[in-house]
């Protein structure tokens, strides 16, 4: 099936540090998605690309859609302690629905 | 309230005992989905419905599983004699009616962690 292969699984960071953190996969997709999840919360999103090459902004974060519609890319300048979490890169599937990476841990050494 | 919410938060069921899990979307929305999210992994649909209709629940692991949205609101996820593996987070999401198809913004609720012993 289509699976999305996040890397890397966690980061431990020093705050200030920029962070990059990639998803790909065997399949073409036309929309790429990054969320975040905080313990005891769902997912919030916070970047949608729905064109190949696409590179949006969201703040201190910048995500890309790759050209080869089969990878995307996160990355999160100057980091805070508020942005530890887990970032999931999904995919809209060709049925439409949402699947998901299995995430990247994201951790700010003090 | 201004979110999806769901309950309850915590559900701790004995194995073979039947549980289920509410979500309240935020209202108006007329799309609502449900996920399994197991430990350490990404979210997993189950199931979708538009307004009362449920469209696709080809995500629904076996037919121990059953989801209703009676009035095109409130959802309740049911699960009957459960397993161990049913141990997860179910979460609920829901969507803007104005935006059309699955593409759509889906906001999550914070989810239930079902712990199965």
């Known amino acids: 099936g289509q699976q999305l292969n996040q890397s890397p699984q966690s980061m431990f960071i020093q705050e200030g540090e920029d962070v990059s953190m990639n998803c790909t996969s065997s399949s073409i997709f036309n929309t790429w998605l990054w969320y975040k999840q905080e313990p005891g919360e769902g997912p919030v999103l916070l970047i949608a690309l729905y064109k190949a090459g696409e590179l949006t902004s969201n703040g201190r974060l910048t995500a890309q859609f790759g050209i080869t519609r089969k990878d995307s890319f996160l990355n999160i300048s100057a980091s805070i302690p508020s942005d530890v979490g887990i970032y999931f890169c999904a995919a809209l599937n060709r049925d439409d629905k949402i699947i998901f990476g299995k995430g990247t841990r994201l951790h700010i050494l003090p | 309230g201004a979110g999806v919410s769901q309950s309850p938060r915590y559900k701790v069921a004995k194995r073979g005992q039947d549980v289920a899990l509410r979500c309240d979307p935020i209202?108006?929305?007329?799309?609502l989905f449900w996920y399994q999210q197991a430990l350490g992994q990404g979210p997993e649909f189950l199931t979708y419905f538009q307004n009362e209709a449920q469209l696709d629940k080809s995500g629904l692991p076996s037919d121990r599983f059953f989801a209703e949205r009676p009035e095109g609101s409130v959802s309740t996820l049911k699960i009957q004699r459960t397993q161990q593996e049913d141990s997860a987070v179910y979460l609920c999401?829901?969507?803007?009616?104005?935006?059309?198809?699955?593409?759509?913004?889906?906001?999550f609720g914070p989810g239930t962690r079902l712990t199965v012993l």
């Open positions: 209202s108006g929305h007329v799309s």
């Open positions: 999401a829901s969507s803007d009616p104005l935006w059309r198809g699955l593409t759509d913004t889906q906001y």
